[in-house]
């Protein structure tokens, strides 16, 4: 072949010997096959610890009743977010092996020894290659519960010949894990970095080989952490936990404990409401800031809840409360880097912005709790008697109306 097929170069290719070939196709999953009855499996696998917990209440929590052994869990999260701190607590904790692909051992010594925790029950091993991990995982399958890979983007397998964290790479590294944490029944923890989009980074094939996907995302500038399952083949998939980080790692906070509300007096351009996590209901607070906008096109800025879902409640807003926000600049943000998917927030991001248009507070210590339909009418929600006992609980009552524009009464 003269002319290379990818940069188009002609005379460019050279002749490589000595390479391995490559077997085609997928790994498969070795061992003895045959077919296994659910019954006798279930009264022989009562002798086995199958599942365990982590001693880490929120952890647990978000997984159902702990780590199922051979299960394999993707942890994503934004630099910095403390994915890496978590980990070593849960290894502080229950023992097991750290795979540091991108630290040294002496790096996470250090880590260790700055949350406070006891180093004889983690052993680390500095390597990026799949098949040395594999390898000290064989020669000690019966020592580790739990494993941890920092992180699949730096790890590498000699069946591909693709730079780490390349695709096929990280497609390829993940099929060996995941064989590995089946045959040998070790639960394995793979710590994944997230895209500027907030994406997983990688191929998408790799979400759906894993057993649970785990997302770890906060505000940087507050202490406040929230662990969101979007996967899990083994228990519930609509829990949240919720951590805060301190001086001595990341520790469990409880619902008593949260506090999302700058303020008990009332403040133009925000609203209070209780959105559903999971079981659990939690008061925020949305703010909004509409201004005149001077540009071609005005601006539409949604922090903490879904674009698409802003940009519907602008457009109700504008049709059915008469605000021209088609010439206004309209910002929308949770408070305390929370990302909000409950619609039972739509009411108060319209009243918020009604409220910032207004330039008046809405009134008293309301709670605006409601989904808005494209006809400006306002529903309740799943987990409204909760949502109402939340707020009574915080010295705050729930508003019921009818439709948006009732608003217009409450300023």
Request: hydrophobic share 40%.
């Amino acid at each position: 072949m003269g002319q290379c097929p990818a940069c188009r170069e002609w005379n460019s290719l050279k002749e490589m010997t000595g390479l391995k070939s490559r077997t085609g196709g997928p790994k498969r999953r070795t061992g003895k096959v045959e077919v296994i009855n659910l019954g006798k499996m279930g009264k022989e696998s009562q002798k086995i610890e199958n599942v365990f917990g982590t001693e880490i209440g929120e952890f647990d929590r978000v997984l159902g009743k702990g780590i199922v052994r051979g299960q394999v869990i993707l942890f994503a999260g934004e630099p910095g977010i403390g994915k890496s701190t978590l980990t070593t607590q849960l290894l502080g904790k229950i023992g097991g092996l750290y795979v540091a692909g991108e630290e040294s051992a002496e790096q996470v010594g250090m880590r260790v020894k700055r949350l406070g925790l006891r180093g004889e029950k983690i052993d680390i091993l500095e390597t990026n290659d799949i098949e040395s991990m594999i390898l000290a995982w064989e020669r000690a399958k019966d020592v580790y519960k739990v494993v941890v890979v920092d992180s699949i983007q730096v790890m590498a397998t000699g069946n591909n010949p693709a730079s780490p964290g390349s695709p096929m790479q990280i497609r390829e590294s993940a099929f060996g894990i995941i064989e590995a944490a089946k045959r040998l029944g070790v639960a394995v923890i793979i710590v994944g970095h997230v895209t500027k989009e907030g994406e997983i980074a990688g191929p998408k094939l790799l979400e759906h080989m894993v057993d649970t996907v785990l997302y770890f995302e906060g505000d940087k500038n507050s202490d406040l952490r929230i662990l969101r399952v979007t996967k899990n083949r083994f228990g519930p998939t609509d829990e949240i936990g919720i951590f805060k980080m301190t001086d001595s790692g990341l520790v469990d906070v409880r619902s008593d404990e949260i506090n999302l509300v700058d303020s008990k007096t009332a403040k133009v351009g925000s609203a209070v409401t209780v959105i559903m996590e999971g079981t659990r209901p939690m008061m925020v607070e949305i703010q909004a800031l509409v201004t005149e906008s001077f540009g071609a096109m005005p601006k539409r800025v949604f922090s903490g809840i879904d674009y698409n879902r802003g940009q519907l409640l602008v457009a109700v807003g504008q049709k059915v409360l008469g605000m021209p926000l088609y010439k206004c600049d309209v910002f929308i943000s949770v408070t305390g880097g929370m990302r909000v998917e409950d619609t039972g927030a739509d009411l108060a991001v319209v009243g918020a912005m009604y409220s910032s248009f207004k330039e008046k507070a809405l009134a008293g210590k309301r709670v605006w709790v409601g989904e808005v339909s494209l006809l400006g009418e306002v529903k309740k929600v799943r987990g409204w008697e909760r949502r109402v006992k939340e707020a009574k609980g915080l010295g705050r009552e729930v508003v019921t109306i009818n439709s948006i524009r009732e608003l217009k009464e409450t300023i």
